[in-house]
Structure formats: C-alpha cells, structure tokens
Nanobody, 126 residues
Framework: QVQLVESGGGLVQSGGSLRLSCVASGPFNGYAMGWFRQAPGKEREFVAAINWSSSSTNYAGSVKGRFTISRDNAKNAGYLQMNNLNPEDTAIYYC????????????????????WGQGTLVTVSS
C-alpha cells in the first residue's frame, strides 16, 4: 500500500505561485501520480497526472498553461507547480498514485487512482 503525504499549501495572493510536494512511501516503483482538488461544496476534480517516466502528462483544461506536474523518483516525490493562481484555484489539493497511467482522467477520481494523500489547503485571495 502506497502512502502519500502532501505539503506546500498555504495562503497566496491572486496572481502568485505555490509549489506543492507529495512524498510517497511503500511500493511505488512504476506508479503514475496525480493531483486532484476539492473546493468547498464541490466534488473532487482532476487537476493533473504524470506517468512514472515523466514521458506523459495530462492536465485539466482549467489549469493547463498555469500548472506544471513533475516528479523526482529518486526522492519518491511528486510536485505541482502552480503559477498565476486565482481565487477559483482555492481548494484542498490531494496527491494520488496508481499503478496505471491513463490518457483520460475524466470520471470518478477513485476509478483511476487507488492511493491518496491527506490533502493540503491552498487559499488564493483576490
């Protein structure tokens, strides 16, 4: 069972940047990683995903061009660089991992990722 711990959330001004980190423990070799977010009163939604080798990435349309997903397998870590943040990005951000990488992450998040972190809160002020 993969265990994931996110960090890096906080309060940032609109237009600013944050970098989220996710550290994995347990069996992780070959796993895809992803980031999801959940705003108050809303369902958890897909943000970005990356395969093991970093040869493939997938982004939600709402964050494409602003967010960058990356990973450092030597550190068992994944990252989400968030630039040009706006208040609509305010949410709890969750790191996720799964043995399989998909080309399409639409649909229920649990259908594509089996392991989840506890979340880190990102608040963007206007």
């Amino acid at each position: 069972q993969v265990q994931l711990v996110e960090s890096g959330g906080g309060l940032v001004q609109s237009g600013g940047s944050l970098r989220l980190s996710c550290v994995a423990s347990g069996p992780f070799n070959g796993y895809a990683m992803g980031w999801f977010r959940q705003a108050p009163g809303k369902e958890r939604e897909f943000v970005a995903a990356i395969n093991w080798s970093s040869s493939s990435t997938n982004y939600a349309g709402s964050v494409k061009g602003r967010f960058t997903i990356s990973r450092d397998n030597a550190k068992n870590a994944g990252y989400l660089q968030m630039n040009n943040l706006n208040p609509e990005d305010t949410a709890i951000y969750y790191c996720a991992a799964d043995p399989l990488y998909y080309s399409d992450y639409t649909g229920p998040p649990d259908s594509h990722f089996g392991s989840w972190g506890q979340g880190t809160l990102v608040t963007v002020s206007s």
